[in-house]
């Protein structure tokens, strides 16, 4: 099929390079000019493992393109994704102006010519589907002549479940398919779209393999009020199973008991299952947070208060201020004391820091009077660019951040930081404190070792 993906941010580059892949005709479209002029070089412009690879393997499949005008691209396409960015507003809402002014651009390029579906990827509240089909409408009257034939369209809603550093194998090997739409021949077009995928019939990727336990991905079709719900729950779901496994973590800490071993024993229970368990410093990133911020706002426009949900959030702030306290309990006045933090990105294989617990971290040490140096494998380079007032003395490597430190952070779950020579990390410091912001290291190792260790929700020793 020819297909149009408006927007090149994660969801949007991925999106279109897998359905390249996948052997469609692809136009990606962003009104970024160095975005798009980086694409066509083939230098993706965000850090995501295997997409330079997986662009390359698209120009060969069914092709793929970088554009900043959208006439020509909706014109000749089947489908049209809509996979622009929808930040949160200080009222906790989602800001819809960069997919309002893509709905009216599709209205305004459309012609007569065939029967398009226009499909929602970028997460949006419940309802949105309607708003989209309305501005479509306004921007084809807008442009439409008298004598023109009627435009025919569908909308559908196609959330997205990819996570940022596996967002390739995500895509490609999805646990299932949600299409949402209110006409058949939209849900059957969007079947199509999706038949490689749902069958598995495409030779895997060197750098993305197959799971060996992969079959038939499942198609779900809703109504496109469930698709958009169905987005909005899984991620709330996932921040209060995370706030769960905090909340027990901290009860740990208390009675002598270690969150890991708990939570190994909860999680084989097939009803619960043992993802999204672990427990540490909390989440950050672009969704979760915003996702619930909306949905809670979405709630209070019907008269409901989602306490749950609600609590979720003030669990995860309450997780990143628990380092500052720890920090606080081994060093007493923190003024003048130098604090390594190893990570800066808010996971693993990404140099994301939207909503990052780093920042908020560095941010009070720092107004609190502390040094603060930092590595991290991908991000200095984001961070030191984005967030020039954070007055972070960044480090070659994780080593040398660690020299005549106080008490080193663990901040990110790289796994480089697993294979830390610790003996070697601990005489490099001023006062070998190791907190563990993500259970990341064996505690009587880590002890063996020369530190003074201290994780989240694990048995303490007070030094």
Request: overall charge negative.
């Amino acid at each position: 099929m020819r297909v149009t993906v408006i927007g090149t941010g994660y969801v949007g580059t991925v999106t279109g390079a897998c359905l390249a892949f996948l052997g469609h005709r692809v136009t990606c479209v962003d009104t970024d000019h160095a975005k798009i002029a980086k694409l066509r070089a083939g230098e993706p412009t965000i850090y995501e493992p295997g997409l330079e690879d997986l662009i390359a393997l698209a120009h060969n499949r069914g092709g793929i393109d970088f554009q900043t005008d959208l006439t020509l691209p909706v014109r000749e396409s089947d489908v049209i994704f809509i996979a622009v960015g929808t930040p949160p507003l200080p009222t906790g809402e989602s800001n819809l102006a960069y997919l309002e002014a893509a709905a009216r651009g599709i209205g305004n390029s459309m012609d007569a010519s065939k029967f398009r579906v226009v499909v929602n990827k970028s997460t949006v509240p419940v309802g949105t589907g309607n708003l989209v089909q309305t501005l479509i409408r306004e921007g084809i009257a807008e442009s439409a002549s008298p004598q023109q034939a009627p435009i025919q369209f569908g909308v559908a809603s196609n959330p997205e479940f990819l996570r940022e550093g596996s967002a390739i194998h995500d895509s490609l090997y999805p646990d299932r398919i949600v299409l949402g739409a209110e006409e058949s021949r939209t849900l059957d077009l969007m079947r199509k779209l999706y038949e490689p995928l749902s069958t598995q019939a495409f030779e895997e990727p060197d750098f993305a393999a197959r799971p060996a336990t992969m079959g038939l991905v499942p198609v779900v079709s809703t109504t496109l009020t469930s698709a958009e719900m169905i987005k909005y729950s899984a991620n709330a779901f996932l921040t209060v199973k995370i706030g769960f496994a905090n909340e027990i973590a901290n009860i740990c800490e208390r009675v002598g008991a270690d969150v890991t071993e708990v939570m190994q024993g909860i999680g084989l229970d097939s009803r619960i299952g043992a993802k999204f368990l672990n427990a540490g410093l909390g989440w950050g990133g672009s969704c979760f947070g915003k996702d619930v911020s909306s949905l809670l706002h979405t709630a209070s426009e019907y008269g409901y208060h989602a306490h749950l949900l609600q609590a979720s959030l003030a669990v995860n702030n309450n997780q990143r201020q628990i380092i500052i306290q720890r920090l606080q309990e081994k060093l007493g006045i923190l003024k003048g004391r130098t604090i390594a933090l190893l990570g800066l990105s808010f996971k693993p294989n990404t140099d994301d820091l939207r909503d990052a617990p780093s920042l908020l971290i560095a941010d009070k040490l720092i107004r609190m009077g502390a040094r603060v140096k930092a590595f991290d494998p991908v991000a200095v380079d984001v961070c030191r660019t984005h967030h020039p007032d954070l007055h972070i003395h960044y480090a070659e490597d994780a080593m040398s951040a660690l020299d005549n430190a106080d008490a080193l952070v663990l901040i990110t779950e790289w796994p480089e930081f697993a294979s830390l020579d610790l003996a070697a990390a601990a005489a490099r410091m001023a006062q070998p404190i190791l907190i563990d912001g993500r259970n990341l290291f064996d505690p009587n190792k880590v002890r063996a070792a020369g530190f003074v260790y201290e994780g989240i929700g694990r048995a303490r020793r007070h030094a």
